[in-house]
């Protein structure tokens, strides 16, 4: 909302916003992740020092576990879907984007645009994690969508010898030659590519 507000650019603010908002829920994926194992293993910790012995049809996930997994999931899938509209509009408009913490020091500072706000260092671009992200997640439910719609018979072994071939060996070097080939439409090489110092107002040029 910031990006969208401050920028000179209102398409640009926007898309930005977007590529935002799926890195955060990219984070509370991640976030939400690790919290299930490390649930787990406390859960499982907690019935050892108790002494209790393991009944014959295994021990439920406990609740936060269960929700822990659920936030995982849906926050994939929503950073996917943002993701999707987010590439589309940048590579519509022909637009350089840019993710990593210049935005967020530049809104703590109040100043514009964010390539003014010193960083020690240029970081990598995290446009590339929130894309390989979104392909990720997309894959296993086109996948699976396929599975169910698409086999209304029984396939034959070498059919399934052959999809197992491909799948393996040409969905990873697809998703590889896919990534790259939006990374150099869309991906900003520095927060100056996508913000340019140009933009500044009166007071900061």
């Known amino acids: 909302r910031w990006l969208k507000r401050v920028d000179p650019d209102r398409l640009r ?15 509370v ?3 939400a992740t690790a919290m299930m194992f490390i649930l787990a293993m406390v859960a499982g910790a907690i019935e ?7 009944p014959p049809g ?3 996930p406990p609740a936060v576990f269960t929700t822990a997994l659920l936030v995982a999931m849906l926050g994939f ?5 943002v993701s999707v509209v987010a590439v589309i509009s940048a590579w519509r408009n022909g637009m350089r984007v840019w993710v990593g913490p210049e935005a967020k020091l530049s809104r703590r500072s109040n100043l514009w645009p964010p390539s003014l706000v010193v960083v020690r260092r240029i ?3 995290r446009v590339r994690t929130i894309i390989f992200s979104a392909i990720m997640t997309l894959l296993p439910c086109i996948g699976l969508f396929i599975l169910l719609t698409g086999f209304r018979v029984t396939p034959s072994p070498e059919f399934m010898v052959a999809l197992c071939f491909v799948t393996f060996l040409g969905v990873p070097v697809c998703v590889l030659k896919g990534l790259e080939f939006l990374l150099r439409r869309i991906a900003a090489k520095s927060a100056w590519e996508c913000w340019p110092l140009n933009d500044a107002p009166a007071a900061y040029s």
Do not use: T
Request: glycine share 14%; hydrophobic share 50%.
């Open 29 to 31: 994926s991640i976030v």
């Open 123 to 125: 970081r990598a671009n």
């Open 13 to 27: 603010g926007r898309i930005c916003g977007r590529f935002y908002a799926a890195w955060a829920l990219w984070k």
């Open 77 to 81: 899938i929503l950073s996917a879907g």
């Open 48 to 54: 050892v020092a108790r002494g209790r012995p393991r």
């Open 58 to 60: 295994g021990v439920a």
